[in-house]
């Protein structure tokens, strides 16, 4: 099958493939360019475990195409720590216990991630919202959430 | 998984293009990549147009016009729409929401399509480049459309006027057990002068409760007032069964959660 060019910001680095028409922006990740921090949960949509942030919003990666990216910013957990430091809400699933097998952390934190972009300082019924997506195998959700309060406690301090 | 996708600029061209065999609209994917995913060969290329009126709200004082492309999230956040708040956030978790389209949710079968309930309350009409059509026809010839479907419009509902209700057994997301919207309008002495009430997993798409409609003119919504529409949610249901709830079950609760919106 003919390939098509796709191009887009992936983490702040430009990046350009030829991929098969049809593929998943979830493939495409990792198979084409080798970013694996998205996993591949269920393929379905149900898991939230390849989520992804595209110009600022939370999307499910095993469900969108890489053509319908071109030109699309698109953050991944794995570009969130710089020069070897852990983003806040790194720290703070360590912090917590909020990492078991680890399969959900990288969608759950890109999900908390876009929570606290729009909103520092959410409630707990906003947490619990803005993870819903998201399944947990291991944790019981309670540590994952409170890694999310944590996080955003941590930004208000260093924002004051 | 042979897919191939093609974007056109405009509706027209799309339209000419699904005309051809295998070929499928795409909207936000949350149903058809998925389908694709799990391994439906009957889709070989996905359409899709990126017509910029396929993405735009329109709100007068008296009509609000939804492009289908249009997704749950810019629904829900969109200052002039807060009454279909409830309704557009019941669709899936943020990331649907951020995907899943408006054109879509008049496809999608039961137990999903929360939000095309809401637009057969609100007796919306679905628009295509051939014209429009009542949502109730629509719905009932879904299976064979072919037309890409550009927006859904309808009158704006009274202050207070649109009600909407989703059962679901995981929260704060979670499919629906069923889901219930209403538009009523009373009269001075509190009477209810209109009603049209939309069942969502009630059959295997949306449908409206006439009896429970007609049961209602005339009555005030108290307890007593909405027992015949109560005792008569329930005809001409057939709801789907499924690993959320039995068509038994979904009767039997049908009632009760008829109840709660009608006295909220
Ligand atoms: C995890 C998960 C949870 C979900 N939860 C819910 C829920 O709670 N409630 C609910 O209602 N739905 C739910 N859904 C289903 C789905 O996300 C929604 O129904 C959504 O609105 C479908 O829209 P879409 O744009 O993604 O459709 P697509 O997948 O793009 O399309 C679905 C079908 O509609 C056709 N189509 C789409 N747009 C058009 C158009 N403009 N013209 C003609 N044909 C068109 C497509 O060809 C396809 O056949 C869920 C899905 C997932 C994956
Ligand atoms: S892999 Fe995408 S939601 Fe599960
Ligand atoms: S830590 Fe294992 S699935 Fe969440």
Redesign the interface.
């Known amino acids: 099958?003919a390939k098509?060019p796709v191009q887009f910001t992936l983490n702040g680095s430009e990046k350009a493939e030829f991929i098969?028409?049809?593929t998943?922006l979830l493939h495409a990740l990792r198979d084409k360019i080798g970013d694996t921090s998205p996993k591949g949960g269920c393929?379905?949509?149900t898991c939230?475990a390849c989520?992804v942030i595209i110009d600022g919003?939370?999307?499910?990666s095993?469900?969108?195409?890489a053509?319908?990216c071109n030109g699309a910013v698109i953050t991944t957990t794995s570009g969130l720590s710089e020069g070897g430091v852990l983003h806040p809400l790194q720290h703070a699933f360590l912090d917590t216990f909020a990492t078991q097998c680890g399969f959900c952390t990288p969608g759950m934190i890109m999900?908390a991630k876009?929570l606290l972009d729009h909103k520092p300082n959410p409630s707990r019924d906003e947490v619990?919202?803005?993870l819903?997506?998201?399944i947990c195998r291991c944790t019981g959700y309670e540590p994952i959430i409170q890694a999310v309060l944590h996080a955003a406690r941590a930004n208000s301090q260093n924002a004051a | 998984?042979?897919?191939?996708?093609h974007?056109f600029a405009t509706v027209k061209e799309a339209n000419a293009a699904l005309k051809s065999r295998g070929s499928r609209y795409?909207g936000?994917?949350?149903l058809v990549?998925?389908a694709?995913?799990?391994g439906d060969v009957s889709v070989s290329s996905?359409i899709?147009s990126t017509e910029p009126s396929l993405s735009s709200i329109a709100v007068t004082d008296s009509k609000v016009r939804i492009g289908a492309s249009v997704t749950m999230?810019a629904i829900a956040r969109h200052p002039d729409l807060s009454f279909l708040t409830k309704a557009a956030s019941a669709v899936?978790?943020?990331?649907?929401r951020?995907?899943a389209t408006v054109g879509g949710n008049l496809f999608a079968p039961a137990p999903y399509g929360d939000f095309a309930v809401a637009l057969l309350a609100l007796d919306a009409t679905v628009g295509t480049d051939d014209g429009e059509t009542p949502i109730e026809t629509f719905l009932a010839g879904r299976d064979t459309n072919r037309a890409i479907v550009t927006s859904v419009a309808f009158a704006l509902p009274k202050a207070d006027g649109f009600r909407f209700l989703k059962v679901s057994r995981v929260k704060?997301?979670g499919v629906s057990v069923l889901s219930i919207a209403a538009v009523l309008e009373l009269a001075g002495d509190g009477a209810v002068s209109s009603a049209r009430i939309a069942l969502g997993c009630m059959a295997d798409r949306p449908m409206r409760a006439k009896a429970a409609e007609k049961a209602l003119i005339g009555k005030s919504l108290t307890k007593d007032g909405i027992a015949p529409a109560l005792a008569a949610g329930n005809e001409g249901t057939s709801p789907i069964t499924d690993p959320i709830a039995s068509a038994w079950y979904r009767n039997e609760v049908l009632p009760v959660h008829l109840g709660r919106l009608l006295l909220t």
Do not use: F
């Open positions: 099958m098509v098969d028409s049809g998943t393929h379905q949509g939230g989520s919003e939370l999307r499910l095993c469900l969108t195409l053509e319908t999900a876009v619990v919202e803005a819903s997506g998201n | 998984m042979a897919l191939a996708l974007t795409l936000g994917g949350t990549v998925r694709a995913n799990e996905l899709r999230a899936g978790g943020p990331a649907v951020n995907m704060p997301k």
